[in-house]
């Protein structure tokens, strides 16, 4: 064992995220071997026995059961062809419009994310559906692009949301309260993606021509038809997951079963399910949520090192020094989770920054909940800032060749959304309402 005071061990771990990452290697890994390596130099064999500790909590931590629930949820759904329909009927309501199919990508994006809370998922549903659709009538490439990985990415945010359920536990805040106070955030993103959309479809009318009225020609009775039809099994779903949430009928774990079982009727009921299909949600669950837990119980250990090691009093300390009262320190963390969303994915970013952060925002006197959602807002905008940028390289690899989208126009298309996401930021700052009032009325 080695003596090594705070602040020394604070650059090595910190610093070696950073080396590491920037030389390839996968997060866990890199995370797992500082966890191992620092804990062994400072507290010797004992280190064993905390690292077993901390990945045995987090595998038996029930709440994180809902993930590979809510991750089967996401998989079906998306198998289930629902997104396809729905576009195509919000197509015949809005083509009419300049941008009026950037405009239903991310309505479609809303209405996928209040049932699938995977981003990958997500962006190339709405890649596959929608960008070709807007490509071939001359959209521009970025404006399309940039509404497909915007539109894509609230589903990481708009309950139920897997950033929500791994949250939760990490900062010791119930997942039903975060559920609901992401809800009114997450349509605010909504709407100010679709206001941007209008206007600048507006000023620039070139950038996204109207749909042809031969193309919409379609009875107003069977439009409404479809219509309800479209959005009857979404609503359905929501429901049997958020609703018995929010009327304090089940926690999240037993809703994200109730969840899965809805989807995967829908996929019945849609002529989709096969014992192939479900062989195939099966398998790509079994891997994503084998990622999450590695990602876990690494990013675990990680922080229980940092902070056994005092490396947490450090950086409380530093950050609480920033001038400008409470929200001088918070602007700092805000801007941290901001610069790390370029090189980190957000699992590495709430395993180890929420844990110690968490108390920070306490000592500020900040609402718990308040300061989750907006380190949750923040991180939409990690999916769209390169280079480790999920959306963007998601929307490049499921976008068809012919297509001729280029990782330029995608990226182009991406930066006013991370602008808008910045504003979403400063109204849920001067309305903290927006986060905490669904919260509040929750059924306990």
């Keep these: ?3 090594i005071s705070p602040e020394i061990l604070t650059i ?5 995220i950073l080396v590491g990452v920037l030389t390839g290697y996968t997060l866990a890994f890199v995370i797992g071997t500082l966890a191992l390596a620092v804990g062994y130099t400072v507290w010797g064999n004992a280190i064993l026995s905390l690292l077993y500790d901390r990945a045995y909590g987090l595998l038996t931590n029930y709440i994180l059961l809902a993930i590979p629930l809510f991750v089967f949820m996401g998989i079906m759904l998306e198998r289930s062809g629902i997104a396809g329909k729905m576009y195509d009927v919000l197509y015949l309501w809005l083509g009419g419009l300049r ?3 950037a405009i239903t990508t991310v309505l479609v994006g809303t209405i996928v994310a209040a049932c699938v809370g995977i981003i990958t998922a997500s962006v190339s549903m709405l890649a596959l559906v929608a960008l070709p659709s807007m490509i071939r ?3 521009d490439k970025a404006l399309a692009s940039g509404s497909v990985c915007a539109g894509g990415t609230l589903g990481i945010l708009i309950p139920p949301s897997i950033m929500l359920v791994v949250y939760g536990p990490m900062a010791a805040i119930s997942v039903g309260k975060l559920f609901m106070g992401a809800f009114i955030p997450g349509f605010v993103l909504s709407g100010l993606y679709v206001t941007y959309i ?3 479809c507006f000023f620039q009318p070139k950038i996204a021509p109207p749909v042809s009225v031969e193309e919409r020609a379609v ?3 069977k439009k409404t038809a479809m219509l309800i039809t479209s959005l009857f099994p979404p609503a359905i779903l929501v429901l049997s997951v958020l609703g018995v949430i929010f009327l304090g009928i089940a926690p999240p774990t037993e809703a994200a079963g109730m969840g899965a079982f809805v989807a995967t009727l829908l996929a019945i009921a849609y002529r989709k399910f096969s014992w192939r299909v479900l062989k195939e949600t099966s398998l790509d669950t079994l891997r994503v949520s084998c990622f999450v837990y590695l990602m876990g119980i690494m990013a675990y250990s990680f922080v229980g090192v940092f902070i056994g090691a005092g490396c947490g009093d450090v950086m409380r300390e530093l950050i609480l020094s920033t001038p400008g009262g409470r929200w001088g320190p918070f602007a700092a963390i805000m801007f941290i989770c901001f610069i790390l969303g370029f090189f980190i994915d957000w699992m590495g970013i709430v395993f180890i920054m929420v844990p110690i952060v968490t108390p920070i925002g306490a000592s500020l006197g900040l609402d718990p909940v308040w300061f989750a959602m907006m380190i949750c807002i923040n991180l939409q905008m990690s999916f769209m800032t390169p280079p480790f940028a999920v959306s963007i390289f998601v929307c490049r690899g499921a ?10 126009d995608i990226i182009r298309g991406s930066f006013p959304f991370v602008g808008l996401i910045i504003i979403a930021l400063g109204l849920c700052v001067a309305f903290p309402e ?3 009032w669904l919260p509040s009325r929750m059924i306990k």
């Design 1 to 3: 064992m080695i003596e």
């Design 12 to 16: 090595i771990m910190l610093g070696g």
């Design 99 to 101: 941008g009026g199919l």
């Design 137 to 139: 009538r001359d959209y």
């Design 198 to 200: 209008a206007l600048r």
């Design 219 to 221: 009875p107003f009775i």
């Design 399 to 408: 976008a068809a060749p012919e297509l001729g989208v280029t990782m330029g």
């Design 434 to 436: 927006l986060i905490l």
